[in-house]
Structures are given as C-alpha cells and as structure tokens.
C-alpha cells in the first residue's frame, strides 16, 4: 500500500530508457524504437528504505537525477539504422498516492495534423487525457512538466519553463 506522496510517476515523451535499480519500475514496455508515452513509477518511500532508511531529502535528490537521466537518455540500440537522437519533449511529474498510466490517451491512433506532424496532436491526447482522469475521479496531486514548445498546459499542472526548474522543483517535493 502506497502512502500519500509516496508515487513519483514520470510521463516522457521519447524516452526509451529502462532502469531497474532502486525500486524504478518500468511501467510500458518498449523495444529497439521510441514511443510517443511512456510511464515510469518510483516509490520514494521504498526507495528510502532501500537506502537505508534514508530522509526523504535523499529520495527526492534521486527522484530529480532520474528525471534528468530519463529525460536526457537516448537508447544505444538501433542507432545505425534509426539515428534517434532525439531527447524527451514532455516530461510530466505527478506525486501521487495511486501510479495512474496515461497510455489511454493513445487508445486511438493519433493522426498527424494537417501539414503538420505527431508530436503536437500527441501531446494535446496526453493533455486531454490527463484533464479526463484527474477531472473523472477527483485527483488532487502535485504535478508539474517540462515541455518544448508553446501549449496550452491543462489547468493543475504547473508549467516550467526548463528541465531544471522541473528538477528542482521535484527535489522541493513540489513546491516552489
């Protein structure tokens, strides 16, 4: 059972890292490509356990070095035939007591915009989605992204305006 703060979710977009170390859990499977979404869960009260009962000052100095990693990570695999250097355009943060995917937005394929491409229709789903969820069922948690580009940021994510302010942001507990 998960305590009240203690879910620390990660919603990337373009990003294919995989950890498996200090209670990160890989939440959607990706293979060789990148995907539009994906979801990464860290239990920060678990991971000052695994810490030896380390402040929760700790947890969240880690939480904000894997926000970076994951948001800066560009997979090693495929890189000869798909040069996919690309860093992550949305990253959005949720302290939350329930871990809650996002990966519905994409239920239906997104259609590229006309004249245009993927990543705006794409972000403006996950938005839509997200704004569906937290309205749906009362969700009152911490949220707060990184995003590249001018969007229209759904009312209850706090919108910063580079990775770093997101990283300090997170290491605050969300706050500031």
Known sequence: ???????????LANSAAFISILGLFRLRNLLF?????SLYSLNLKQLQENLGDAPRE?????AAHVLHMLATEVP???????AAHNLADLSLV???????SLANAFEE????????GFLKPSISALHQYWSQIHTGYGFKEQCGEFLLGTF????????KKSLEDLEKWVKANGGG
């Open 109 to 116: 394929p997104v259609k590229a915009s006309l004249g245009g």
């Open 33 to 37: 490509y990148q995907r539009p979404e």
């Open 58 to 62: 700790k947890a969240l100095e880690i």
């Open 152 to 159: 229209e940021v759904p009312e209850g994510i706090l919108h």
């Open 94 to 100: 949720s302290f939350s007591d329930l871990p809650v």
């Open 76 to 82: 090693s695999a495929k890189q000869q035939s798909f």
């Open 1 to 11: 059972m998960c305590q009240e703060g203690d879910v620390f979710r990660y919603h």
